[in-house]
DNA sequence: TCCTCGTCTGCAAACGCTTCCAGAATCATA
DNA sequence: TATGATTCTGGAAGCGTTTGCAGACGAGGA
């Protein structure tokens, strides 16, 4: 375990100048700098980076904190980040806080604030507005995916006019009775997600002049075994059956078209189905869409906290960014067939 | 930004004294301890662990390096490995190395040797005996999820082992016109999972004195999708069709159900279909499959990597560790049906 | 009373780097 | 040749902790 002393003595230089050849700050000429080089290889010589940081103040590390890891949007996220962090020099700890405020503020008091990272990102959670400000007063850029939140740039497509593009698609194709399988409003994440994709729903049939009730909104949880049981219920009744149904997101889209296959229901002949996300398996699904990219909303925010911390003086946008979220028409979605009775 | 200095004279107390009584090392009276923790609270105080590791030689941090994120299986380990640490109280630092090898020694240079971690664990992933040399020599305990690895206590299932107990299922049942879809042997990742299985798979059919060819095996990405494309190309040629896939992962075999279904195929009654994984969605589609749990390999591997950390002279397994890989039936396999000609 | 032992606290020396400062060497220019 | 600018190098201070050592104190046993 050797230290830069040992690289010294065997370079027949000093410290200060073995510190300068390896990181490149500062002159050194280029004789020298192969001697540092070869002295410090043959020791297999590599710089303490918690000396390193101790003086530097700097940790060439983010935290992010993530509810979920493995379900795609998530996982996708995490892709993004960590790629564009790596590309930049810089490592990433990883906090897959789950639900229990306990858990988190005990991460964030113990690992996130403990000066062990340079800059927090945050998906999908609502930092309060106590932890944004300590993070801020020890001058460390957060950035967000999810929702706005106060003092913190974010990022997310618009929940509601997503799910209010969505349900549009269904009107224009000329559904009337068209229902909405979403998540749990009870058991939402943070940024209600949920209700905001619920609440674009109902916007667009009201503008449409298309009445709804209680019975237009089932719950699931986002995964595909959960939607495919919901699915078989609605569907499985055809008093209940609409003509129509708009998923929360893909997953549950999936579920609902395996439970309609099974029941015989054509999709869209008898019954269109329309979902968010674009996740992988729409395609072979012919899965009619609302595409996001996760990974491209990690490598964002990543860019917004880089730069902030290279370039001082810059700011990333003050509040929260609307990403664009485009319709992918595919074969699950179509006119509803003319009513026979 | 206080540092310990302003806690000590707040409290009025020495540096020394302010460390023993946040770290509850050493003697401090419960009344000193009380006043340095109200300072340290008032001032919003945290440690440097910068500092603190720079002199205790310790980071509380694991590195992970692992070669995919947005799969089931690695997505699983991910979670077990990350409960895990934080459960003790050490972060985790997230390397996703993907294949280039360029990248990879990119990583072990510059950030896991750079002493930023305790410990490494390795999933699917083979270190070079040099690697696992130099780490060794730090100091730094690691593990691996995946196959056999000098010098490196591993952990995984016997893919041999149960890629046989998947087929010797199917011959069970008494099918003789098995295939394998598996995993692109010239493609594969490091610890040759696809030419294990498929090893395992003609083993099992060579036991049985069952005669395979070349066309025995289709290779296929292990994803819904691909999968679904092939089995369309394998079923829906009658005189290639088999009455039964061993299927090397659980989306290969749900993407072969998938394109039965569509083909008109009956499962099980025209074709068993077989996996290994037990993902989430083998039970909603009735797959009997060989079943293995990421989440507790990741929890084990870092159990053991902490407990080298922890209890000096401790060791863990000196060499590869098997996993039980329990067959789980459900109704994607019957007998085959009678012969009709 | 004296000694020992356990508890509590402070001093000061590390830990392994980076960087400010100053001085030496080199080079181009006047 | 003198002058200044530029390049190169070393000494030393300091980053914020932890911890070995030693001293102080009170309690209990001989």
Chains 1, 2 share one sequence.
Do not use: C
Request: avoid cysteine; glycine fraction near 8%; proline fraction near 5%.
């Amino acid at each position: 375990m050797s230290g830069i002393e040992d690289v010294a003595n065997l370079a027949g230089v000093s410290k200060a100048t073995v510190s300068r050849a390896l990181s490149g700050r500062g002159y050194v000429s280029a004789d020298t700098r192969m001697r540092v080089s070869q002295a410090a290889a043959s020791l297999g010589y590599v710089v303490s980076s918690s000396a390193s940081s101790l003086v530097t103040g700097r940790t060439n590390n983010v935290g992010v904190i993530i509810p979920v890891i493995n379900q795609w949007f998530f996982g996708s996220i995490l892709e993004g980040v960590e790629r564009a962090l790596v590309d930049r020099g810089y490592d990433m700890m990883l906090y897959n806080l789950t639900k229990s405020h306990e858990e988190r503020a005990r991460v964030f008091e113990y690992f996130l604030v403990r000066k062990r990272v340079d800059a927090v990102i945050a998906v999908t959670l609502e930092i309060t507005p106590d932890e944004t400000q300590r993070l801020l007063a020890l001058g460390k850029p957060i950035a967000g995916i999810g929702g706005a939140l106060e003092g913190v740039p974010t990022l997310s497509i618009d929940d509601v006019a997503a799910a209010r593009l969505a349900t549009e698609h269904l009107l224009l194709l000329g559904h009337r009775d068209i229902m909405h399988v979403g998540g749990d409003i009870d058991e939402q994440m943070d940024f209600h997600v949920h209700s905001k994709r619920l609440k674009g729903f109902m916007e667009a049939l009201t503008a449409a002049g298309v009445a709804y009730d209680q019975d237009s909104y089932v719950a699931t949880r986002f995964d595909i075994p959960s939607a495919y049981r919901v699915g078989k219920q609605i569907l499985g009744d055809p008093r209940r059956r609409p003509t129509a149904i708009f998923a929360a997101a893909d997953e549950v889209a999936i579920g609902v078209i395996l439970a309609a296959r099974e029941l015989g229901i054509s999709v869209p002949d008898d019954l269109s189905v329309i979902g968010i996300d674009n996740h992988p398996l729409a395609e072979m699904f012919g899965l009619t869409s609302i595409e996001q990219r996760p990974d491209l909303q990690g490598e964002q925010v990543v860019a917004w906290v880089i730069r902030q911390l290279e370039e001082p003086g810059w700011s990333p946008p003050a509040s929260h960014t609307v990403l664009p979220a485009t319709l992918i028409m595919r074969s699950s979605t179509a006119r509803p067939r003319p009513r026979s009775g």
